[in-house]
């Protein structure tokens, strides 16, 4: 695991909110695909301590390997959704306590990695804390799986996107 911190002390909150995400996004990429490439690997951001966040200073945790998330949420019985970063406020569900995840995908989303060192990030990011605000304030997790070779964009871009894991007590690792 890797850890990806920006040199000015913000909030997790902060942090995807702001232009700072670009740069630490884009960093977070490259570091996973140097040393975690062969393998693939995960981006996770903790929020609350119900998403087990220890350290309230923003960081990314870069680990690796890949995330069946959606298909385990899936077997699961949680809620999963997907939707546009564009039309965020349109969107009303009724989730109530049990775990959900939404996954937040533009309709013209790029591939996984491409996605994560563009501005569709931000929108992204900003989508996903909005709705959290809404559906889970006591803590959730962003996540996002990468794929082990870049050759692999039809599989990333059905699962690129920025996923949004919150509604209860989150397991300790994803």
Request: proline share 3%; with cysteine.
């Amino acid at each position: 695991m890797l850890l990806v911190i920006p040199t000015q002390h913000m909030s997790q909150a902060d942090l995807w909110s702001s232009s700072t995400l670009l740069n630490v996004t884009s960093l977070a990429v490259e570091m996973g695909n140097k040393h975690c490439g062969a393998e693939g690997f995960r981006v996770v951001s903790n929020f609350g301590r119900v998403a087990h966040q220890s350290q309230f200073h923003a960081h990314l945790h870069v680990i690796s390997g890949t995330s069946s998330l959606e298909e385990e949420a899936s077997q699961k019985s949680q809620e999963v959704r997907t939707i546009d970063p564009e039309s965020i406020s349109d969107k009303t569900f009724d989730i109530g306590e049990k775990p959900f995840l939404i996954k937040i995908a533009s309709v013209d989303t790029l591939d996984q990695r491409d996605l994560w060192g563009s501005a569709q990030i931000l929108n992204a990011a900003r989508a996903a804390l909005e709705f959290s605000n809404k559906y889970s304030p006591d803590g959730f997790r962003l996540i996002s799986s990468f794929d082990p070779e870049r050759s692999t964009a039809s599989a990333e871009s059905a699962s690129g996107g920025l996923f949004l894991l919150g509604g209860g007590q989150l397991d300790l690792y994803v």
